[in-house]
């Protein structure tokens, strides 16, 4: 599970650019401070079921806790999945994560 400080508690972002894919959407903007933020928008759309958002939640947290020393800091992202990310396993997410983040550049090398 992610440290407290980098958790966001409001989704709210300024001045943000989207990052898209099939499986997730990715919002982030820049911050002031020296390390990532990490949100996570599970809606009711997905499933109906909290465990099944829940699990969902912490499967998108440990991907991104796996490849968090390379992400550069000072920016905040949200994470909005979209259903077909349910059949996916943990593997698959951090491989999609990365993915997402190389392409825009986030990731050091």
């Given at each position: 599970m992610?440290?407290?400080?980098?958790?966001?508690?409001?989704?709210?972002l300024?001045?943000?650019?989207?990052?898209?894919?099939?499986?997730?959407?990715i919002?982030?903007?820049?911050?002031?401070?020296?390390?990532p933020?990490?949100?996570?928008?599970?809606?009711?759309?997905?499933?109906?079921?909290?465990?099944?958002?829940?699990?969902?939640?912490?499967?998108?947290?440990?991907?991104?806790?796996?490849?968090?020393?390379?992400?550069?800091?000072?920016?905040?992202?949200?994470?909005?999945?979209?259903?077909?990310?349910?059949?996916?396993?943990?593997?698959?997410?951090?491989?999609?994560?990365?993915?997402?983040?190389?392409?825009?550049?986030?990731?050091?090398?």
């Amino acid at each position: 599970m992610l440290k407290k400080i980098y958790r966001l508690s409001s989704v709210r972002l300024i001045k943000a650019s989207y990052i898209r894919s099939g499986f997730m959407d990715i919002k982030s903007a820049r911050n002031n401070l020296d390390y990532p933020r990490f949100g996570f928008v599970i809606s009711k759309k997905i499933d109906k079921r909290a465990v099944v958002r829940n699990s969902l939640k912490r499967k998108l947290s440990a991907s991104v806790e796996e490849i968090f020393d390379r992400i550069d800091g000072g920016r905040d992202f949200v994470f909005y999945p979209k259903s077909r990310i349910i059949d996916l396993d943990t593997g698959e997410v951090k491989k999609e994560i990365e993915n997402m983040f190389k392409k825009e550049g986030f990731l050091n090398a």
